[in-house]
């Protein structure tokens, strides 16, 4: 009998409680997966590991899918300019995608019959994860131990302590999620209407001062320097240009968005390199873009998030945005220049050899190289000529 259950594990108290859930309770053998996307150092791999192990967990693997993460998903909302809500860079929906994409391919690796998550029945994680399983593996059974048990934190901790886990179960006040693509934070803030964070409440504390210039250079819409330093993949330019930038408390925002599941939901973020890129990055297509290029790009991609977001990723609609925002790409290269400053940045301008505001053609306001008065004035009785007849037609009696 098959009894192999693939559990997403973090080392938190949902899955730690999973993992000893599944093997003492369901009699399940359990093989824990932790799929890396830019929140762990090796060390902190290390310790969620030797937890594992304590939990007797059959097997534990540590993958990191951190250029994965980036060639799967991160470029195209960068190409799509793409925040929720013009405000929030998708930092956790974007990698439960992937996470749960590495789950389902191990799962599939393992032959396990089964495959556990320790969302909640409250948030939007459970449909990520369960779609993806779906869509995916099919045949596999979705164990959802906490959301299909109701369970409160009290309970889970009843629990473990009754199977001598030893843990911090002190909760803390911040519950924190990080990733390469940015840090969500929630609090009892973030759970009305009106509150801030307070300082406190950031993982990075603001210790930059003063002005700081920068320049990031794009090769076809991607990243891939920062002050003249070219990396071999932009997942370190991203690195980089996060510790740069942090410091200073740029990227700090509190979302307010729509869930999967219909109602509305606040969290906090901190994403300094995301909010930069993409603006810098927006900046750059302004010049190297036409005007329709941006409309229909700027259509799909509000689209794109939006769908993302909801979990759709495995939608082959999907590629073929994702094949449109590729092709826009190949004008998109040449330098940004950005000033940091505490808790503010500003996008000064940009150096392309694909910049269409070219002198050679003319200056807007000032004098023009490639019509005359005379061509002018003809376009414009032509151009606006059909709502010149509409309003003859129409004016009152």
């Known amino acids: 009998m098959n009894n192999k259950v693939v559990l997403a594990f973090s080392g938190g108290l949902d899955t730690t409680y999973c993992a000893i859930y599944l093997n003492k309770v369901r009699h399940l053998e359990v093989h824990a997966l932790t799929v890396n996307t830019g929140g762990f150092q090796q060390e902190e791999i290390d310790q969620i ?6 939990l007797g967990v ?37 990698e439960r995608m992937v996470q749960a994409i590495t789950t389902a391919r191990y799962v599939r690796e393992l032959g396990a019959a089964y ?11 459970q449909v990520r994860f369960d779609m993806v399983f779906q869509g ?15 369970l409160s934190r009290e309970e889970e901790i009843r629990f473990l302590k009754d199977h001598q886990v030893e843990m911090n179960f002190e909760k803390a006040q911040y519950s924190i999620n990080k990733g390469l693509w940015g840090t969500s934070v929630g609090g009892k803030e973030t759970l009305n209407s009106r509150d801030y964070l307070p300082e406190g409440a950031w993982p990075t504390q603001v210790t930059s001062s003063g002005e700081k210039n ?12 920062v002050d003249e330093q070219i990396f071999e993949h932009p997942v370190e330019a991203i690195q980089f240009l996060q510790a740069l930038a ?22 906090g973020f901190e994403a300094a390199a995301p909010v930069i890129i993409i ?13 329709w290029q941006l409309y229909w790009k700027e259509q ?52 392309s050899p694909h910049d269409l505001m070219s002198s050679r053609f003319g200056s807007y306001g000032e004098m023009n190289k490639g019509w005359t008065g005379d061509d002018v004035k003809g376009f414009a009785r032509i151009f606006g000529n059909q709502t010149a007849i509409f309003n003859k037609i129409n004016e009152p009696k």
């Open 49 to 54: 590991e030797v937890r594992a192990r304590k």
């Open 279 to 291: 603006k810098a990055h927006h900046l750059l297509e302004k010049h190297t873009l036409t005007k």
């Open 214 to 225: 920068i320049n990031l250079s794009f090769l076809r819409g991607e990243l891939v320097g």
């Open 246 to 267: 942090q410091p200073f408390g740029i990227g700090r925002d509190i979302h307010v968005g729509d869930t999967i599941i219909g109602i509305k939901g606040r969290v």
């Open 58 to 94: 059959a097997s534990f693997l540590s993958v990191d899918v951190k250029k994965e993460y980036y060639e799967s998903c991160i470029k195209y909302l960068v190409f799509g300019n793409v925040l929720k809500n013009a405000t929030y860079p998708l930092s956790v929906s974007a």
């Open 300 to 351: 799909l991609s509000n689209w794109y998030g939006n769908w993302l977001h909801e979990g759709q990723m495995l939608d082959p609609t999907m590629r073929n945005v994702e094949k449109f925002l590729q092709d826009t790409q190949e004008t998109v290269s040449g330098k940004v220049f950005v000033t940091l400053e505490p808790y503010r940045y500003t996008v000064t301008g940009i150096e």
């Open 136 to 150: 995916m593996i099919p045949e596999t059974e979705i164990l959802t131990p906490i959301r299909d048990l109701q």
């Open 115 to 125: 495959v556990a998550h320790g969302s909640t029945g409250a948030g939007n994680d």
